[in-house]
């Protein structure tokens, strides 16, 4: 299994930035962590801060990986750009928050992204990547 993760604006400051909100920790510490907890999946993970890079990178993995794992940072409120591109592959994408967006700004309530995503896991600091991978593993039948 395939999964590739697309973390958007300013997270690659994890662990600088806003640590009461986002935490300690770098997102490369965190997936050494998850890497090692899912050794039989193939994880990828590509950061830009710059919108049609994370856009080349869906239509580059999008119609290969088994899963997109994306944190789209500020650009979930407002790429409609992202949601096409989303609709645009084949590779099923699920929409991750670190933090609770719906407890914050009211700017942050709303996502462009969500309707063309297969879920949305929000609110669980970096556990919300881990839930996200869960997610493309067998489910109870
Ligand atoms: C975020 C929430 C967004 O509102 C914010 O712009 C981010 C991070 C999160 O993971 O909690 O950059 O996506």
């Given at each position: 299994m395939k999964i590739q993760i697309i973390n958007g604006p300013n997270?690659?400051?994890?662990?600088?930035?806003?640590p009461t909100i986002y935490?300690?920790?770098?997102f490369e510490s965190y997936l050494e962590l998850l890497r090692a907890q899912y050794p039989q999946i193939e994880i990828s993970y590509f950061q830009s801060n710059i919108e049609g890079e994370m856009i080349n990178k869906i239509h580059e993995v999008g119609f290969d990986y088994d899963g997109i794992i994306m944190n789209?940072?500020?650009?979930?409120?407002?790429s409609i750009a992202l949601h096409d591109a989303i609709k645009s592959v084949t590779t099923p994408v699920i929409e991750v928050h670190?933090?609770?967006?719906?407890?914050?700004?009211?700017?942050?309530?709303?996502?462009?992204i969500s309707a063309a995503c297969k879920g949305i896991i929000i609110g669980?600091?970096?556990?919300s990547y881990r839930l996200a991978v869960e997610s493309f593993l067998q489910p109870i039948k």
């Open positions: 997270l690659n400051l994890l662990g600088k930035r806003e935490g300690n920790n770098s789209a940072g500020a650009y979930t409120h407002t670190i933090s609770n967006v719906h407890a914050r700004e009211s700017f942050r309530h709303v996502s462009m669980f600091g970096l556990d």
